[in-house]
């Protein structure tokens, strides 16, 4: 097929995740065929070689193109390409995944429950506390409390969770369900006189109060990010998760960490939870388990909410929660794959060095510009904040589309970098397998991309 014919069809008959609708009516929508990949490297059908500085969706954390992986996946699909999982029925590879998954885990953790994707084991997650609650005869602690700007999926719940009003707005949500509270963005601060003690302390009130109004005996949950994604690659004020942490017990809140893009390895420890000293009774995981080789998730229960599930024998039969394709023999498989691969590659190891590194040399790099507001990041997540005004932070006005058009800058010099949805934010989480090369490759386009777009 020639690339006129798959873009002819690819207008016509596909209806892209996340379409710009507005610019597809204009036919603004030019498709990349991509067609393989190597370590950070992705190319396409134009025999372009673009460094991948966002691994697909932060996803792609090994890296392109691993045998190891493809190989599993072969054998897994000649050996048996499906068979459900539910109880009494399982594989090889699902079951090794789950104990692999547990020894990984934090301490406290005692089950995986295995879903497709980040969204559908966040349904999961509620629905498993909600099942608690009712367990425990307390049908009125029901409600989940969100941040603003956190990410937890685009479903009808998941989407109330996800705190970006895109994900709201001409969808009737959020569910009422759902009550959001402060990002803890510290560079976004309201009051710029705060120091990061007294910032954390207003998220700490801010919560409190919510809590207050709403009524302890109301909520079940608080839902989490370690380190803010989608909403701006924001790490934590210090000693926010402990602050955060200490309220949740006082009122009997269980603590869901998303851990879909922090899990395995991003941060430069196993999960982010370990990373921040977070305690969840509940921990999400998604992207890094299989490094996206194949759709596969994961929500990780801990024993003090198992030891209620447990309880929850029901004389009609099992738990009304299941889903065709969970712990698809196939995702198993690449899971299995790819966490032996992050421990032979020692790949944790290297997102702990190289993000440092990369983080650094970004800093150095651009963070003196005029325009450059904010330069941060933890292990190998890394974004760069444009303002207008550095003495005041304004905010470029959004039709000057400031992050779009860096990210443009940087694809012309062949890195893919992510314009993220909130503000004018570069966002960069490459494979964790990138090399002082690349990284030193990324932060040079980086510079040069500031240059031609802003002077
Ligand atoms: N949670 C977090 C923190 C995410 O970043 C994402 C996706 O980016 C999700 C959940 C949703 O995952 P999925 O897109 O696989 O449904």
Known sequence: LTNDQLSQWDRENFFHPSTHLAQHARGESPSRIVTGGDGVFIEDRDGN?????????????????????????????????????????????????????????????????????????????????????????????????????????????????????????????????????????????????????QFVAHCVSELEALIEREGADTIAAFIGEPVLGTGGLVPPPAGYWEAIQKVLKRHDILMIADEVVTGFGRLGTMFGSDHYGIEADIITIAKGLTSAYAPLSGSIISDKVWKVLEQGTDENGPIGHGWTYSAHPIGAAAGVANLNLIDSMDLVDNAGKMGAYFNKAMADAVGGHAHVGDVRGEGLLCAVEFV????????????????????????????????????????????????????????????DSIKEVLG
């Open 49 to 197: 070689r673009l460094l991948d500085g966002f691994a697909g969706l932060y996803c792609v954390n090994v890296g392109y193109g691993r045998t190891e992986i493809q190989d599993a996946i072969a054998a897994q699909a000649r050996e048996l390409a499906y068979y459900h999982a539910y109880v009494g029925h399982g594989t090889e590879a699902s079951i090794t995944l789950s104990k692999m998954v547990l020894d990984r885990a934090p301490s406290n953790m005692s089950k995986v429950y295995f879903g497709l994707g980040g969204s559908d084991a966040n349904e999961t997650n509620i629905k498993l506390v909600w099942y608690y609650n009712n367990i425990l005869g307390r049908p009125e602690k029901k409600k989940i409390i969100s941040r603003w700007r956190g990410y937890h999926g685009s479903g009808l719940m998941t989407g109330s969770l996800t705190g970006l009003a895109g994900f709201h707005k001409k969808f009737d949500l959020p569910l009422s369900q759902v009550k959001h509270t402060t990002a803890p963005d510290y560079f976004r601060r309201d009051d710029l006189n705060q120091t990061e003690a």
């Open 388 to 447: 207008e005004d550095k003495s005041d932070r304004t905010f470029y006005d959004s039709s000057k589309k400031i992050g779009p058009q860096l990210a443009a800058a940087l694809l012309k010099r062949n890195v893919i970098a992510r314009a993220m949805p909130q503000g004018d934010i570069i966002g960069f989480a490459p494979p964790l397998c990138l090399s002082k090369t690349e990284a030193d490759s990324i932060v040079l386009s980086m510079a």
